[in-house]
């Protein structure tokens, strides 16, 4: 019985490797294992090229006239830019720090034409963050500011607006200071106190915990200026115009809601505090028709205990019933490597009803098989419409296929994902493979106040240079941007307005750079 069952194993094996001779034989892809004749293995390579670049993000629309020029004049910068940074990539920008970069970016023609091409939306940046700097600094010219220390202190100063010297030593007016000082002087002070800029950002920030320990220090520092009243809504409509200068013409934008306050000592509540954005928001689209709006997700912070969470949600129902139209969900925020896991948060979460969505962070670590890095799984099982960040999704090729089956919209955040310690070299960031094989994908911008970057075009510089393959052209700016209202949280009547918007922008700016390279205004 024993060499009976041993020689029916031997004839299974001898049939099994037949058939795989088989099989490999009869191939009809490029790949086979004899080697062909040099026309072959060229029809073959050529074929292999070919249906990689049909898998594109982008690669399946078809360019008018117009912009095959622009694609023209755009190809020819990002070939140039590539082309040398090939022979020296030290000198290649989004091979090193956005910060050690940042002023030949500025200067590069490319990234002026990307500024000038509508962008569609901005559907991950955070509220408090969304503003340039200069819109703090020029708040801290409104009277009745305070500050309690001074900036050679290793302590960063505070601030508040108070009608009266608030209680305590070491309180100053911010005008006095500023005389004493120079406005020259002080401002720059405060542009450097107010960001995460730095000229040596390696040195500075040795880990991500150096880093986002700064970077949570920022909100503390400028909330007290931010969520004065007058400010909170000069800040929200200034930042609208900025991304609206920037060629965004829609922003979804997420909010903690802190506590909002003005001289009477009035604090305002959540619902107060949306409803400046609802009235903001519709003042900035009467002033500018062709803005197409905004929408509002909760998120407030991972950290809290229960008691704290479940306080979260009661707000959160409460926002969802009075503003359906402007709330269009709800996100968890902070570090994730510190912060409390997203299962932790599963049993309240699922009691939410249907008609709450769902925007979660998840998967931005670096770190492979921790609590972390398992938020991916519960933000996909919660039914999140889009994934904010998801820097760790290629090593789950389940989740891959899920968000590719589910439609689930992955929001890149290139700059965002370097200064924060994630990816040192934009050519090394997973968001290749999402622009290589068509995902559901957007580019966002996050917080470009601490980066002193524009509301959306260095991400989208970092994203077309450095992310994507040198061959990517036009077609991907143009889906990315279609993707942005596709993934949006309007309903459908509202997105098919939305587009209608925007391919009269994209047309109408498509026509007058086409007219401007053909007349050789453009070099």
């Known amino acids: 019985m024993k060499y009976l069952l041993l020689s029916l194993h031997f004839l299974f094996c001898v049939k099994l490797y037949e058939a795989k001779v088989v099989i490999t034989a009869d191939t009809t892809g490029p790949f086979v294992h004899k080697r062909p004749s040099l026309d072959t293995y060229n029809q073959q390579r050529q074929h292999v090229i070919e249906k990689q670049e049909r898998r594109f993000l982008g690669a399946d629309l078809m360019l008018t006239n117009d912009e095959k020029i622009v694609n023209s004049h755009i190809m020819k910068l990002k070939r140039a830019e590539m082309d040398e940074g090939f022979k020296d990539s030290f000198q290649f920008i989004p091979a090193r720090h956005i910060f050690e970069k940042l002023d030949q970016l500025n200067s590069s023609k ?19 963050a969304i503003g340039s700097t200069d819109l703090l600094i020029n708040a801290t010219y409104r009277p009745n500011l305070w500050q309690n220390g001074r900036f050679e202190s290793n302590t960063p100063p505070t601030f508040v607006f108070s009608k009266t010297k608030p209680d305590g030593k070491g309180w100053e007016l911010v005008s006095k200071v500023r005389n004493e000082m120079t406005a020259e002087i002080y401002d720059e002070k405060l542009r450097d106190l107010f960001g995460l800029y730095t000229k040596d950002p390696i040195n500075t920030y040795k880990s991500i915990n150096v880093v986002w320990d700064k970077f949570q220090q920022l909100f503390t520092t400028i909330g007290p200026i931010i969520n004065y009243e007058p400010v909170w809504r000069q800040y929200y409509y200034d930042s609208l115009k900025e991304f609206y200068d920037d060629q965004v013409n829609y922003l979804e934008l997420r909010g903690v809601l802190p506590e909002v306050y003005d001289l009477t000592g009035k604090i305002y509540s959540p619902e107060e505090i949306v409803q400046i954005y609802v009235e903001e928001t519709k003042r900035f689209i009467h002033n500018y028709p062709d803005f197409i709006g905004a929408k509002f997700v909760y998120a407030p912070p991972r950290f809290g205990d229960d008691d704290v969470f479940r306080g979260f949600i009661k707000i959160l129902k409460s926002l969802h019933e009075k503003f359906p139209k402007f709330v269009a969900g709800f996100d968890l925020v902070g570090q994730e490597d510190t912060g409390r896991a997203l299962l932790e948060f599963v049993p309240e979460l699922l009691k939410l009803p249907e008609s709450i969505q769902f925007f979660f962070h998840s998967g931005e670590t670096n770190w492979y098989g921790m609590k972390t890095d398992a938020n ?53 960031h997973p968001a290749a493979l999402f622009f290589a094989d068509d995902y559901p994908v957007v580019v966002s911008s996050d917080d470009p106040s601490f980066w002193r970057a524009t509301p959306l075009s260095h991400d989208f510089y970092m994203a077309f240079v450095g992310i994507a393959s040198a061959q990517h052209d036009l077609r991907m700016l143009k889906q990315l941007a279609i993707n942005s209202i596709q993934f949006s949280a309007m309903d459908k009547v509202d997105k098919a307005r939305a587009m209608r918007k925007w391919e009269s922008l994209w047309n109408g700016t498509m026509q007058t750079l086409a007219s401007d390279i053909s007349k050789g205004n453009l070099k």
């Open 110 to 128: 490319l990234f002026q034409l990307i500024r000038r091409i509508p962008k569609g939306a901005v559907l991950h940046a955070h509220d408090t």
């Open 376 to 428: 991916l799984i519960d933000a996909i099982l919660l039914g999140t419409k889009r994934i904010g960040h998801g820097f760790a999704l290629i090593k789950h090729p389940l989740l891959l296929e899920e968000i590719k089956q589910r439609q689930i919209c992955v929001e890149i955040n290139p700059i965002s994902n370097q200064v924060l310690k994630l990816v040192e070299d934009y050519r090394n």
